[in-house]
């Protein structure tokens, strides 16, 4: 038994707290990981504002990279010492979805997600002597060490920093699977990216990188617009100076709208909109996270008549294993940018202040430094 110090989040609406907890050794199957870094994300937030339920209380955090400290029973995939990016979408490789190469629809996980635990049901965190606190989404990086299934930790090249590894097993994942992956962007092709935050950057330059032409970012933010440009956006169009967001988009693109659309906000009227922007025949892809009750209103006749494909990017539909090592490979060798993401690095203990950035729309990426 090991005491880590956490970010506990007790109900929906409360603050964060930095408590210490007792953290089990791994059981079967299980790592320990002593954590270095951790991506505050948008997920994390809809958690704490009561958007997205899940079992509470729990240690929050989804995005985190560290060094393995000790393996459980029949670990085989990492040795201690080995560095690690987290996944939170720990294929469980006998679903359907896992078996027809889709882990990121994975049946196994997102039973796991409601339930707030490992697989089997296990808990490996608890309040000293006390009741057990709940695992967020396998992973739980708030924390100063954590204990998540085998499939969830891949092993990466120890040069990166971990820092910069911490945003591969979310944001940028997700952004860059997004536009390579579900879409299939292709050189030449127009790209509207609705939403410039971590995850929208990502979307920008994986399509600059793919050659897309011309890219264009909107946001509401002028300094996110200004960040989208170094990650590769060719135009921007503020939405807090123009109403029609759309017509600024179709006329960027000789009047027809973009190949293709990327929503990363999570809102049903960018949904809608990034809808509007996509031409007759073009791709939306939703990537954006909105809270589970919400809906979106599209016309009905533009359905058949436009015949856009409209679908969604859940982790990007990557295979996790293989596209966070290939990532920060791209990174290693100058081609995608890491750096630039981190807007400001914080303590644990002002894990709050973080959530406060991020609501505000100040920053790209918070990371907490956990010091391991
Ligand atoms: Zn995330
Ligand atoms: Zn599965």
Not at 32 to 47: I, T
Not at 104 to 125: K, M
Not at 174 to 179: D, E, F, I, P, Y
Not at 250 to 257: I, P
Request: charged residues 20%; glycine residues 12%; proline residues 6%.
């Amino acid at each position: 038994m090991s005491r880590v110090r956490a970010a506990v989040l007790e109900e929906a609406g409360r603050r964060l707290q930095v408590e210490e907890l007792e953290l089990e050794p791994p059981g079967p199957g299980e790592v320990m990981v002593r954590l270095a870094a951790a991506g505050v994300c948008h997920s994390d937030l809809h958690v704490i504002e009561g958007d997205l339920p899940v079992p509470l209380p729990a240690v929050l955090g989804h995005e985190g990279a560290g060094v393995v400290e000790a393996v459980g029973e029949g670990v085989t995939r990492v040795r201690p010492g080995d560095h690690v990016v987290l996944s939170w979408i720990p294929g469980c490789g006998r679903c359907y979805y896992c078996r027809i190469g889709r882990p990121e629809l994975c049946d196994e996980a997102a039973r796991l997600q409601v339930a707030g635990t490992l697989p089997g049901g296990a808990l490996r965190l608890r309040r000293p002597g006390g009741a057990p606190v709940h695992h967020f989404l396998e992973v739980s990086c708030f924390a100063e060490a954590t204990v998540v299934p085998e499939r969830g930790v891949i092993p990466v090249r120890p040069d990166v920093p971990l820092d910069r590894a911490a945003l591969v097993g979310c944001a940028v994942t997700t952004g860059w699977g997004a536009v390579v992956h579900t879409a299939g962007v292709r050189p030449g092709s127009s790209v509207a990216v609705v939403g410039t935050g971590g995850v929208g950057l990502n979307v920008v330059q994986a399509a600059a990188l793919s050659g897309a032409w011309p890219v264009i970012a909107v946001d509401r933010v002028p300094a996110k617009l200004e960040l989208a440009r170094q990650f590769g956006a060719t135009h921007t169009v503020d939405a807090s100076r123009t109403s029609d967001v759309i017509g600024a988009v179709v006329d960027l693109t000789e009047g027809r709208g973009a190949d293709y659309a990327f929503e990363v906000v999570g809102r049903p009227e960018t949904i809608a909109s990034a809808y509007g922007m996509a031409r007759k025949g073009g791709t939306v892809v939703v990537v954006g996270v909105a809270a589970p009750h919400l809906e979106v209103g599209i016309n009905a006749f533009s359905l058949p008549s436009q015949s856009k494909v409209l679908t969604g990017s859940w982790y990007g539909r990557s295979v996790p294993e293989v596209d966070i090592p290939h990532i920060l490979d791209l990174y290693m060798a100058g081609r995608l940018k890491l750096d630039e993401l981190i807007s400001r690095r914080y303590r644990l203990e002002e894990a709050n202040e973080a959530f406060d950035a991020l609501r505000a729309g100040e920053v790209a990426r918070g990371v907490l430094l956990l010091g391991g």
